[in-house]
């Protein structure tokens, strides 16, 4: 059957709209589709050619619902869902929790039998099924009072972060805050696209074996869980995710990538309700052996958690906002740590503009982790500047992957010992170079001379300030004044935690 990737996202989005006039949320609209996309495939999976025994209890399977209409049809989808979510494994992992969102039978009925059932979605290739399903994550993230942005990297930046780490057949991927899975899915693309031949043995490793994601909230792993058998990894059977706090203990895996946006936001703290109704908040420091420092810095958390979760000369791209490279204390002692005991080769600092998490400055830190040693890994920084002069937004100026071209080139995937600076003091124009240049080194000397080992470093001259007719767009302005403040609130609130006293 022939159906190309644009008819099947139309066909998604015309019956999205239909239910958002119910009230349905795109997000609550995700999650039915990835409850009756998974009873569906598995059926498919238990017929001729497959002919494997379904996971699915035959009194829920997907033709119990076929047989079923009006409110007899709603009782058993209802029940069906509780059921379920009591399972164990994968079950479990797409049921936990979940509930009928429909408001009206017929509906139900003809998102069933329409939409679901007439498509034999085993047959679809990867990248129609995926591509259709992550038009509706990119859609519910834009959704900004859903709050599913926190949970989407924007696409362009995970292909060259993921075009830079450039991961090999027979490699274990990890995400320990996998969001929907767009790192995992891009790297299993990247591998297929460029290993044409894969044998049996890497095809079965690619699939069961080669990715592994970890995600605290149950709803959003869930849907990660659908994103990663929709683009070919995992099954029905079995899914690579894990539910769960990444940063709670030492899985005691270990990988040679680790991609990751770790979530934004600080400071991590449990609110406490005690017997006479007063609030109380404690900070939620992490306290394990293979760290470095004890902090409730998230961020520094999970830097820490990466490095552990590498193999030797295993290799990481992580997502960092700007407090991760100035701050004092605990963000010291990591930096210094990491600088020393992993090559901290190459810092990617993003412009604003990009995340639907607003007032974010955001970075990309590479680094392969290392041995002991008494000398430090590290002997150059790159750092590539895409923030200065550079204007993005969400929706009318979105970053795209060719933006991030410059960048891979610079990066020189496989042979980073030829890195050219494209700066230079003076033009100069047989090395191609000049005081415009967004890609220069520094020395692990300079680096640590800096105070507090700093690693939040500009060079480049900001034309705005420079030139009042070289300013942006005023809309794009407005954006970036919005960012700047949403950044200075939420600096403004972490002050105000460290300095509030517990309620007597």
Known sequence: MNTTTNSLVQKLWNYCNVLRDDGMSYGDYVEQLTYLLFLKMADERSAPPYNQPSIVPKAYAWPTLLAKDGDELFDHYRHALEKLGQEKGTLGLIFGKAQNKFQDPAKLRRVIVDLIDAETWTVLGADVKGDAYEGLLEKNAQDTKSGAGQYFTPRALIQAMVDCIAPQPGERITDPACGTGGFLFTAHNYVTAHNKNLTRDQLKHLKEKAFTGYELVQATARVCAMNMMLHGIGSEKAVPVVVGDALAADPGERFEVVLANPPFGKKSSTVIVGEDGRTTTEKDTIERDDFWATTSNKQLNFVQHIKTLLEKNGRAAVVLPDNVLFEGGAGETIRKRLLHECDVHTLLRLPTGLFYAQGVKANV????????????????????????????????????????????????????????????????????????????????????????????????????????????????????????????????????????????
Do not use: C, M
């Open 365 to 504: 830190v590479f680094f392969e982790k290392k041995g002991a040693s008494e000398t430090p890994w590290t002997k150059q920084l790159w750092i590539y500047d895409l923030r200065t002069n550079k204007h993005f937004t969400l929706k009318t100026n979105p970053l795209r992957r060719a933006d991030l071209d410059e960048f891979v080139d610079l990066y020189q995937v496989g042979n980073r010992q030829q890195r050219q600076a494209t700066w230079s003091p003076e033009p100069n124009a047989s090395a191609g170079s000049g005081p415009n240049g967004r890609w220069r080194a520094y020395s692990y000397d300079e680096l640590v001379a800096r105070d507090k080992t700093s690693l939040d470093i500009f060079w480049l001259k900001d034309d705005a300030l420079a030139d009042g007719d070289n300013l942006p767009a005023p809309g794009v302005i407005a954006a970036e004044i919005v960012e700047d403040l949403h950044a200075a609130l939420e600096q403004f609130r972490l002050i105000a935690s460290d300095l509030a006293e517990p309620a007597a």
